[in-house]
């Protein structure tokens, strides 16, 4: 019996439609599979189950393909199947563009931050140390445009004898001196023990780099219903920082803004290095406001315009910079805090950029 070409490829087109129907089935069944194990935080691949079914498979093959074949085709199938199971996954995250595609825009008092806002400026000391300190900041930062004063009350220090802050008093006087130059006060929340009198007197809360996987602070200010200003860790992939901003929108608090600020990599002449290509990828991946803070991604004065500049080219919605009236005396990170000489040159130098990126966003 001889067959016709057309009669050979007609059975191959039919064969073809039901491969196909049988792979979509198998990938439906492999997304659910997916989504199982997300809700029990287990890790999507799995080789050995790979090879069992490879095993299996060869086992079965009645030819004419051979085991090899049989093998890389259906290892292509796990691939694209894994695909599959982590894109879901993916899309499933209440910070990621696919579960909201406009910009998240943070209205807090009266500032917005993110979405088409100009970018802002958040500057202030490491440390607060004194009402003097701080009121003196706060009037000189008031009048350069600042509209977000920073400063700790409660210090993540690395030695447990560094100086650890003025805790509640510190929290009083950052307020009033915020208060005093009509700007908003984000401080470092340390434990979820201090929720309540942070919510009182700040308003912006900090997550500090060394706490952004801890995952009890992470829930209690996501049931706070205050911004939260959650910066990266020191040695965070942009995956687990992105988490970490999940675990407070899970929570219920959608009011998360980004903050890059450098990561510990083997080069020394910078304290951290600026990971611009994070800031990117965290405005593409995510909805939330992305801010960079230069003070602690470069630890070194002659950096901070320069690598300013870049990160609102980036696309950053913010700058967080540290200032200090006297860096010198300065209770901790006194090498890198500028003095008020040295804020109204960085500024200077950043108004074009500015203006520029303000001009770019509203286009
Ligand atoms: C679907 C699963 O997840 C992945 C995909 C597999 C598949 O496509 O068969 C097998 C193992 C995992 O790498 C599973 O674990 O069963």
Redesign the pocket.
Known sequence: MTQSLEQLRGEVDALNRQILELLSR?GEV?AR??QL?SEEGQR????S??DQ?LRELVALNPGPFSDATVKAIFKE??KA??NL?EVNDKQVLLVSRSKQPEDTVLDIGKLRIGGKAPPLMIAGPCSIESEEQMMVTAAFLAEQGVSILRGGAFKPRTSPYGFQGLGPEGLRIGKQAARAGGQLFVTEIMDTRDIEIMSEYADILQVGARNMQNFALLREVGRSRLPVLLKRGLAATVEEWLYAAEYILSEGNASVILCERGIRTFEKWTRNTLDLSAVVLAKQETHLPVIVDVTHAAGRRDLLLPLARAALAAGADGIHVEVHPNPATALSDNEQQLDFAGYREFAAGLQPFLEAATRYRQS
Do not use: A
């Open positions: 198998r492999v599979i997916g194990k999507h691949y799995d080789p189950r790979e079914q199938i796990f199947s894994l199971e």
